[in-house]
């Protein structure tokens, strides 16, 4: 899927004509004459110098080359619009939702990088699939420009969660770091915009336990943190913290784990939000019994063990550990949904919560949640410190007899819902690529106010 640049129609030049009033005393005629030849040759050399830059050809396509621009400007002129524009630039959404004026440029990487994957299924529906859903949400959006020139922000579409595993079945990420390494490589050899900024206004998708350290255990992830080429881009991570952390030093937007819309309409199509609610209390995950796994480190920092050993025999309680394809079902039944953190803090039961009307109740010290100016968390959840295990029921009973009702409308806001939803085939207004955008649009308003101070 090739892109272009925008070429002009048949017109062959630019002719400007400039119409000035007669009357004007004689004395003034040399002036006013030598005022309109430079406004005249000002004016022209503006235009022609337009039409040449857009006007450049892309090279020819091979599976391992993109289309390549060309640009001739001095040092002063290319620094990224990201860093020196949008002083007067107006909400880039329209009362209608269109976007526009904001622009993002998608490279179009050879398939290795992206669609060779989409040939297993999974790829686009497991919960690391953000990585495919922003990158279709983008192709269909007005606010994609074919124009590299003018865009904000540079979308660089990689799928590295599609590799599974033949051992267990989930994704093995170790290829990651090398394919983005030769996307970079590709870009930076054969389009100016990496160079000119040094990445700074290019965003990748980086939906893994610990975002761009791209490892499972967090020891190791800290250990080799973000490859160094990455740390002055913006990373769309679900990992994220309030804390200080090597896996989030770089510019980065939390993002929700990917849930897959159709499943969730099938369940409340079959179990409306609304509808009886006879478990208290929800689990259904990884819980060891003896908390020291294969890897010698303590899974969910012992706190999945803790809850089991607690209220394992508690009959508020519904604790289940082994897999069960319509375990939505019991999330739509249930008032209260458990959300302790895995290997990472987040989990992908903070979006089946709330989009099923279960009250998260977030288990996982420091994480930070994805988009708060439009998801008011602490409106819709409970959270319950990772020391506070036991205390957890008395800590249900006491929301469910004064507060729960009041959590349970703000938790009906169908906007809430669709803040963490991705739609694949293009941006709908309010959900998660239109957060994103949001949240792109706040950063270039930022930096170009840091820029301007700067300079």
């Avoid at 200080?244 to 990917?258: F, G, N, R, S, T």
């Amino acid at each position: 899927m090739a892109e272009h640049l925008n070429k002009p129609g048949k017109n062959k030049g630019f002719y400007v004509r400039m119409r000035f009033s007669h009357t004007r005393n004689k004395s003034s005629s040399s002036c006013y004459r030598y005022v309109r030849l430079v406004l005249w040759f000002s004016t022209s050399l503006y235009f022609l110098t337009s039409y040449l830059i857009s006007n450049n050809n892309n090279s020819s396509h091979n599976p391992n080359s993109l289309a390549k621009t060309t640009v001739s400007l001095s040092n002063s002129a290319i620094a990224s619009r990201a860093l020196s524009e949008s002083e007067h630039k107006p909400a880039f959404l329209s009362q209608q939702g269109t976007l526009k004026r904001f622009k993002i440029y998608v490279y179009d990487l050879p398939s290795k990088y992206n669609e060779n994957w989409l040939s297993n299924a999974r790829c686009s529906k497991h919960l690391f699939a953000s990585e495919v859903a922003i990158h279709k949400s983008l192709l269909n959006s007005d606010v994609r420009t074919l124009n590299p020139h003018e865009a904000d922000f540079f979308f660089v579409p990689i799928y590295v969660s599609c590799n599974f595993s033949n051992v267990n079945g989930f994704p093995a990420i170790g290829h990651a770091r090398s394919l983005f390494s030769s996307a970079v490589q590709l870009i930076s050899n054969e389009f100016p915009f990496w160079n000119r900024s040094r990445g700074s206004d290019h965003v990748f998708v980086a939906s893994h336990d610990f975002g761009a350290c791209f490892h499972t255990m967090e020891n190791v992830a800290i250990a080799d943190g973000i490859p160094n080429f990455l740390k002055n881009s913006i990373l769309l991570q679900t990992f994220g913290v309030t804390y200080k952390h090597p896996c989030q030093e770089a510019d980065h937007v939390v993002i929700p784990p990917y849930i897959s819309p159709e499943s969730l309409k099938t369940t409340l199509n079959k179990f409306p939000a609304n509808g009886k609610r006879d478990i208290f209390a929800f689990f259904r995950g990884k819980m060891e019994v003896h908390p020291k796994n294969i890897s010698g480190r303590f899974y969910s920092r012992r706190v999945r063990t803790a809850i089991l050993k607690k209220y394992g025999g508690d009959r508020r309680f519904y604790l289940k550990r082994h897999r069960f394809a319509g375990y939505q079902s019991e999330i739509a039944r249930s008032v209260f949904c458990l959300c302790p953190l895995g290997w990472a803090p987040w989990s992908p039961r903070l979006v089946e919560s709330v989009a099923l009307g279960c009250v998260p109740v977030i288990i996982a010290d420091g994480i930070s949640l994805p988009f708060p100016g439009a998801v008011k968390w602490p409106e819709i959840s409970l959270t319950v410190a990772e020391r506070d295990i036991d205390k957890l029921g008395s800590i249900l009973d006491h929301v469910a007899s004064t507060n729960l009702t009041v959590i349970q409308r703000n938790l009906g806001n169908p906007a809430i819902s669709r803040a963490l939803l991705y739609n694949d085939d293009r941006v709908r207004e309010g959900d998660v690529t239109w957060q994103v955008v949001e949240s792109l649009f706040e950063k270039l308003n930022r930096r170009s106010s840091q820029w301007r101070v700067d300079t």
